[in-house]
């Protein structure tokens, strides 16, 4: 890394630990921190995916077609969601690495809820090995979903005869942010286009913008 990849790390390392950031920031840090971190860690999985919102790859949609293969062949569903103390720790072992302050859970869990945010919307595509049998039915797409308790990033697609499935992908804890009556057993669909930034450690009440 070059001094001025440090220089902008350290500097949204700063904002990060002061409360007060924009999800834009935390695109920018996984950008950076992306060929810095293990190779595997979930660092480079949301760098990646930040980066290049049409995945073909990737530990998210593994987890996707593993899911939809196993309601395909009825066989047992396992749902492997990927936490706020997994997202807090890939990004302490890369500032340990850098010689950055480490982060606690609660930041951790804001950092999630943007990640959430930016993921909105993205689509997978078909690898070089699918290309022959992928078609309309099996596509699918990232979505958010908001409960009382916890805010979703769900993958959703379709089974034949199109059946629509979501699958529980990354989750946050809501902490009270948005506003939610209902509970994890059936968490409401966000359509909106999210948009997330934190003052003081708070979500900002004009922070939270949908159009």
């Known amino acids: 890394m070059d001094d001025k990849e440090c220089y902008m790390v350290e500097q949204i390392h700063t904002a990060l630990l002061s409360g007060s950031f924009h999800e834009q920031d935390v695109f920018r840090l996984f950008i950076i921190l992306r060929n810095q971190a293990r190779k595997g860690s979930l660092v480079e999985e949301f760098g990646d995916f930040v980066a290049h919102r049409e995945r ?10 593993s899911a939809m293969s196993a309601l395909i062949n009825k066989t047992e ?16 072992e890369t500032f340990k690495l850098l010689g950055l302050q480490e982060i606690d859970e609660r930041l951790a869990n804001q950092i999630t809820i943007c990640l959430i945010s930016l993921l909105q919307f993205v689509k997978f595509v ?16 990232l979505s958010v ?13 379709k089974l034949p005869p199109g059946h629509s499935i979501l699958v529980p ?21 966000w ?17 939270f913008r949908y159009t």
């Open 169 to 189: 992908l990354l989750v946050a804890n809501n902490d009270s942010y948005i506003p939610s009556d209902d509970d994890d057993s059936m968490p409401k669909k």
């Open 191 to 207: 359509n909106e286009l999210m948009e997330i930034e934190f003052k003081d450690g708070f979500l900002w009440d004009q922070g």
């Open 77 to 92: 569903v396992n749902f492997p969601q990927i936490k706020t103390p997994e997202i807090q720790s890939a990004l302490n």
């Open 56 to 65: 073909d790859r990737g530990l998210l949609k593994a987890s996707m077609k």
């Open 126 to 141: 078909p690898d070089k090995n699918e290309i022959q049998s992928f078609t309309s039915e099996f596509e699918y797409k």
């Open 145 to 157: 979903c908001i409960s009382h308790q916890h805010i979703f990033l769900y993958g959703e697609g």
